[in-house]
């Protein structure tokens, strides 16, 4: 099968002059520093327009009302007993193309700061959202949002272009509140200060009144969700590691709903870590995706139940889950659950849109090796349904099952039905979800899978055969050596 897109890497970290291909499924896999995260990340960066809540946080500092992207002009302001307050004649503009430039800035910002070295690299497919290769299309749909907002809102508002603003006139704007405030400013005696205040709470009004309408941030994450909703990569989502304590962090915030959301989200953001940005983000976004969705938690839940050992119950402001015992919250569960649940939570940011890519880090962490199992069955049930994913591990458990079903599929199918069956009858005791080996045995055969090995300075692909016939690489030498470390102190 052909690949779906492909790094080239002409310079970043350990690696030099290297390519990896991306397919439905991709296995990363090496010595520790070999190059493996830093392409997991500039896969990430490349893409990162596809992860549109990012982007806004990433844009955080242009606030509403940002001079150098929103200009407002007041006709007058009148006030009656009936109406209260009533600006008329607001002219709205949005200098669209320089919030282009601000957003590649802060974008790149971005990605010096929480994401890569310096490096050379260069990520080609179809559908992919590039800043410089389709800037007039993302100002052409930023102005499209803005229009759309605008008449949506104020129906009798007209639309203009002036150079390079978009403006929308909106003759009658009610300001609320507007009149008790300016009541409240003591007599000053500088009537300069004093003029200068009450446009202050006039423009703060008509802002509170106008919301995303003059929010840069708003309405740029609603063009690249326009943009990328459309493509093949409708969203992408990194789930870094330590899924297991954000997934936790996640649980909090709905019990303490938005304030703490968006204070965790800060603190995020403020450590520099972007992959966990992404990844907090996606947790909180699957989640309602989950509640709001029945179709999409059945067909998640059936994915990921082998890997739970367990049942989850995604309530209102609450996720539970059940082993042996009673229901206990996830913060109070084993790790195994918060792993699990928070994989399953970002896939379903990701499986909400149809199509999308799931960038995942050492997917075995904290997995028993019997789970570790499990590990490629779920990835290619995601891959089944839409959701691409590309993994780096270093667990020869799941490369070698993962190997051992992509050559299956490609030379014998009923032996690959059985070999799925034995493994979740073997490693998943409570039984599979109905249907689910039948579906994996029908899909893996028509999935691209791809191995690549990174042995320090390059990334070496591998076929499944080989890596089931010969072993696999940077693992067979530590069996070696553990082997005769075992025998030198054994010996008298």
């Not at 709905?254 to 703490?260: D, F, R, V």
């Not at 045995?441 to 791809?450: C, F, G, H, T, Y």
Request: proline letters at 5%.
């Amino acid at each position: 099968m052909a690949a779906l897109a492909e790094l080239v890497i002409e310079q970043l970290g350990p690696l030099r002059n290297t390519k990896v291909e991306l397919g439905d499924v991709t296995l990363i896999f090496g010595y520790p520093n070999s190059g493996k995260s830093y392409t997991l990340r500039a896969i990430y960066e490349s893409l990162m327009l596809h992860d549109p809540p990012v982007v806004r946080t990433c844009l955080a500092r242009m606030k509403p009302l940002d001079s150098r992207i929103v200009r407002i002009e007041i006709g007058e302001v009148s006030r009656s007993r009936g109406e209260g307050a009533v600006a008329r004649r607001v002219k709205v503009c949005i200098d669209v193309e320089r919030l282009v430039d601000m957003l590649r800035d802060r974008v790149e910002r971005c990605s010096r700061a929480g994401l890569l070295p310096p490096h050379s690299v260069e990520f080609r497919g179809s559908g992919v959202l590039g800043l410089e290769e389709r800037r007039r299309e993302i100002a052409e749909t930023v102005v499209e949002v803005f229009s759309e907002k605008a008449r949506e809102r104020y129906p009798d508002a007209t639309l203009s272009v002036e150079g390079k603003l978009t403006c929308t006139i909106i003759p009658k704007l009610p300001l609320q509140k507007y009149s008790e405030i300016t009541e409240l400013i003591p007599v000053i005696d500088d009537a300069g200060d004093e003029i200068l205040i009450r446009d202050v709470v006039l423009r703060a009004a008509v802002a509170s009144m106008l919301g995303d309408l003059v929010d840069p941030a708003l309405l740029v994450e609603e063009a690249l969700r326009r943009l990328t909703g459309g493509s093949t990569l409708s969203r992408v989502v990194y789930a870094a590691y330590g899924r297991s304590l954000l997934s936790q962090a996640m649980l909090y915030t709905l019990l303490e709903k938005e304030k703490t959301t968006t204070a965790v989200i800060e603190a995020v953001f403020a450590s520099r870590n972007i992959p966990a940005l992404s990844l907090f983000h996606a947790l909180y976004e699957g989640y309602r995706s989950l509640r709001e969705d029945p179709n999409l938690l059945e067909k998640l839940v059936a994915i990921f139940s082998p890997l739970l050992g367990g049942r989850v119950n995604i309530g209102d402001a609450e996720i539970a889950y059940q082993s042996d015992g009673a229901p206990v919250p996830l913060n109070m569960a084993s790790a195994l659950a918060g792993e699990a649940v928070a994989l399953m939570l970002a896939a379903a940011a990701v499986a909400r849109h149809g199509s999308g890519l799931l960038l995942i880090e050492e997917p075995e962490a904290q997995l028993h090796p019997r789970y570790q199992m499990l590990v490629p069955l779920a990835l290619y049930g995601l891959a089944a349904h839409g959701v691409k994913v590309v993994v780096t591990t270093h667990s020869p458990i799941v490369i070698e099952v993962a190997a051992t079903l992509a050559r299956l599929a490609h030379s014998d199918q009923r032996r690959l039905l059985r070999a799925v069956e034995k493994l979740l009858a073997r490693a998943a005791p409570r039984g599979e979800p109905e249907g689910l080996a039948g579906l994996l045995a029908d899909s893996i055969p028509r999935l691209s899978v791809l191995f690549y090995y990174f042995d320090g300075s390059r990334a070496v692909r591998f076929d499944a055969e080989k890596l089931v016939e010969e072993s696999v690489p940077s693992h067979t030498d530590v069996d070696i050596s553990l082997t005769k470390w075992v025998i030198d102190i054994s010996a008298p």
